[in-house]
């Protein structure tokens, strides 16, 4: 495990996937921007979309419940549990800019 700024950061096999369905659903989010909304296409990467969400939040509150320090945890992830609702396209590229950047 490394620290850094005392906060410990280690890269394990969720970490990659949580790295990769990130990308993937950012690219899912960016075209259904060019996809028709009657597209079946579109309905498709709605659902694949919503899975991956389901995914993350999964993921937080696993970590939520293995926190030792509940509250800290919400006040340092709250905006990822409101980036893991699918269907608020904006909000979920501000997450994922603040983490990126």
């Known amino acids: 495990m490394k620290k850094?700024?005392?906060v410990k950061?280690?890269?394990n096999p969720m970490s990659l996937v949580a790295l990769v369905l990130s990308f993937v659903s950012l690219a899912l989010v960016t075209s259904l921007f060019f996809i028709p909304r009657d597209d079946r296409v579109y309905s498709l990467f709605i659902t694949i979309d919503t899975l991956i969400c389901l995914v993350f939040w999964l993921q937080l509150t696993s970590d939520l419940l293995r926190s030792q320090n509940k509250k800290a945890f919400l006040k340092t992830?709250?905006?990822d549990y409101l980036a893991s609702i699918p269907i608020i396209e904006p909000l979920r590229f501000i997450v994922w800019c603040r983490y990126s950047g």
Do not use: T, V, Y
Request: net charge negative.
């Open 77 to 79: 992830h709250w905006p």
């Open 4 to 6: 850094i700024d005392g």
């Open 9 to 11: 950061h280690e890269l």
